[in-house]
C-alpha cells in the first residue's frame, strides 16, 4: 500500500497498552495510524487529521463512545467507527449503531478479526462514497422538466405528478425542442419501472424494414445482410420503459405490428415464427397533431387510441416567457462548468433579447445558442450582442437580434408554415392562434401561401 493511498486511522482508548498494541498491528497492514486518550484530544485529532476509520473504546475517564459519536459525525459524516467495549450488552450496541457506529466489538479483541471488520468497514464507506457521488453526478446531468414558475409548467407538474405511478400509455405532445424526452426519461425515472431498463427510439425518418428490425429484432438470414440473430428494443425494453419519439411518422406497415404487442404483449422477430412475450411501459412522443394524421389516414385510429390513454402536452417556450432568464441561467451555467468556464453570468441586455425572440427550436435551440456564445466570447458576462440566433429556415438570417419584433414575427411565421407544408390549420394551432388571425398576419406580413388566403373577419384580427 504506496503512502498516496493509505488509509488514516484514529485509535481512542484511555488504557495506553491497548492503543500501542493496535497502533502497532495496525502500521504494520499498512494503516496511517494516530491515537488519542480522551475526548478533547480525539476531536482535535479528527478535526486536523480528517481519518477514514476511527476505533473507539465505549467507556472514557471523561465520556462515552455515545458522546463522542454524533461529534464525530458532525466532523465528517462519512467517517467509519467501530465501537470497542468490555461490558457489551444488546441496549448498548444499538444505541450505538443508531449514533452512526459502522460495528460494536466486545473486548478482548482479536487484532486478526478487528483487521477484517475495519477492511469491511471501510469498503463499506468507499462505496457509500462512489453512491452517493453517483447520484450527485445524475443529478447534474438530468435536466429538470419542471423547470419554472409559469402556470403553463406548473399546471404540467400538477398532471405528471398525478399519473406518474400508472403504467398505462402516455403520449408527450409539444414543438421540437421543447423536452419531450427530458420528461419521458422523468417518468420513468419516477414511475414503478425505475429499476428496470428505459430504451429509446426516435422514429422519425426510418422506413419499414430498419423500424422493424430495431423494434422487434430478427433472426439469422431473415433478410440479405441478417448475418446473425439480433434482439429488438421490445425484447431489451422487457419490464422496463419503451421511449417512442416521433411515433406519428411510424411507417404505416409497421403500425398493425405495434398496435399488436401493444394490446396483446406478444410478437415476433423477423424471420421467426415463434411468439415472445413482452412486459414493456410505453411513452410516445410527437410535434405532429396525431387527429391530423388520423383523418388523413397516415395513423391507425385504434393505434392513436392505444397510446394516448394519458396525454401530456409540453408548452412551447413563446408560452412561457416569464420562465426563460430561469432556464437561461441553469443551462448557461451547466454548459460553462462543461467547458470549464464557470462564473459566466448572463447581462440584462441579453436576458431581454432571448424573451423576445420567439424561439422555434424551443429549449433545444437556447441551449444551442447559449453554448455557441460561450465559445465565441471569452468574456465573463453574455451581453445581447454575443447572442446569435440561427435560422432553421435557410432564409440566411443568422442574427435575429438586430431584427424588429415585426420582422421577427414575419419570419416566424413563414418558417412555421414551411415546416407544416404549407397547411394552415396546422401552423395556426402552432402558433397558438386562429385560422382567420393567421389569414390577417400573413396578408399584413405580405408572406406567400399555395392559395390565396380569405379575408379574414375584423373583429377576429390581432
Known amino acids: 500500500m504506496t503512502e498516496m493511498t493509505r488509509n488514516r486511522v484514529l485509535i481512542v482508548d484511555d488504557e495506553p497498552a491497548i492503543r500501542m498494541a493496535i497502533r502497532r498491528f495496525l502500521t504494520a497492514a499498512g494503516f496511517e495510524v494516530s491515537d488519542a486518550d480522551n475526548r478533547v484530544s480525539a476531536l482535535t485529532q479528527a478535526r486536523k487529521e480528517r481519518p477514514d476509520a476511527i476505533i473507539l473504546d465505549y467507556k472514557l475517564r471523561d465520556c462515552t463512545a455515545l458522546d463522542l459519536l454524533p461529534q464525530f459525525k458532525a466532523i465528517d459524516a462519512s467517517v467509519a467507527v467501530i465501537v470497542l467495549t468490555a461490558h457489551a450488552s444488546v441496549e448498548l450496541a444499538v444505541s450505538a449503531i443508531k449514533e452512526g457506529a459502522e460495528q ?130 421490445f425484447d431489451l425494453a422487457h419490464r422496463g420503459t419503451l421511449f417512442l419519439d416521433e411515433i406519428g411518422d411510424v411507417d404505416v406497415q409497421v403500425q398493425p405490428k405495434l398496435l399488436k404487442v401493444l394490446e396483446e404483449k406478444r410478437f415476433r422477430r423477423l424471420g421467426d415464427v415463434k411468439d415472445r412475450f413482452a412486459d414493456v411501459r410505453l411513452i410516445a412522443a410527437t410535434h405532429h397533431d396525431m387527429n391530423v394524421l388520423v383523418r388523413s389516414r397516415r395513423f391507425r385510429e385504434d393505434l392513436y387510441f392505444r397510446i394516448s390513454t394519458i396525454v401530456l402536452r409540453l408548452p412551447s417556450l413563446r408560452e412561457r416567457p416569464e420562465d426563460i432568464a430561469g432556464l437561461a441561467g441553469d443551462i448557461l451555467a451547466r454548459v460553462a462548468h462543461e467547458l470549464g468556464r464557470s462564473g459566466v453570468t448572463l447581462a440584462d441586455s441579453a436576458v431581454r433579447a432571448m424573451q423576445e425572440y420567439p424561439w422555434p427550436g424551443n429549449i433545444r435551440e437556447l441551449k444551442n445558442v447559449l453554448e455557441r456564445s460561450l465559445l465565441l466570447s471569452d468574456q465573463s458576462e453574455i451581453r445581447r450582442t454575443d447572442l446569435r440566433f440561427e435560422s432553421p429556415s435557410g432564409d440566411g438570417s443568422s442574427d435575429d437580434t438586430r431584427l424588429t419584433l415585426t420582422e421577427v414575427e414575419a419570419r416566424h411565421i413563414a418558417r412555421v408554415l414551411k415546416e407544416e407544408e404549407g397547411v394552415v390549420d396546422r401552423a395556426a394551432k402552432r402558433l397558438g392562434i386562429t385560422r382567420n388571425t393567421l389569414y390577417y398576419k400573413v396578408r399584413k406580413h405580405r408572406i406567400t401561401l399555395r392559395k390565396e388566403p380569405q379575408k379574414p373577419s375584423a373583429d377576429d384580427a390581432d
Open 104 to 233: 460494536f466489538l466486545t473486548k478482548p479483541v482479536e487484532l486478526p478479526t478487528l483487521l477484517v471488520v475495519l477492511n469491511r468497514a471501510l469498503d463499506t464507506q468507499r462505496s457509500r462514497q462512489a453512491d452517493q457521488a453517483d447520484r450527485k453526478k445524475e443529478s447534474r446531468d438530468v435536466l429538470d422538466p419542471f423547470n419554472g414558475t409559469s402556470a403553463a409548467i406548473r399546471q404540467l407538474e400538477s398532471d405528471v405528478n398525478k399519473i406518474v405511478s400508472t403504467d398505462r400509455p402516455i403520449l408527450i405532445q409539444g414543438e421540437t425542442g421543447t423536452g419531450k424526452g427530458i420528461l419521458a426519461n422523468w417518468l420513468h425515472r419516477n414511475g414503478r419501472r425505475r429499476q428496470e431498463p428505459f430504451v429509446d427510439l426516435n422514429c422519425a425518418g426510418l422506413s419499414k424494414d430498419f423500424l422493424e428490425s430495431e423494434l422487434f429484432g430478427h433472426e439469422r438470414g431473415a433478410f440479405t445482410g441478417a448475418v446473425q440473430a439480433k434482439q429488438g428494443l
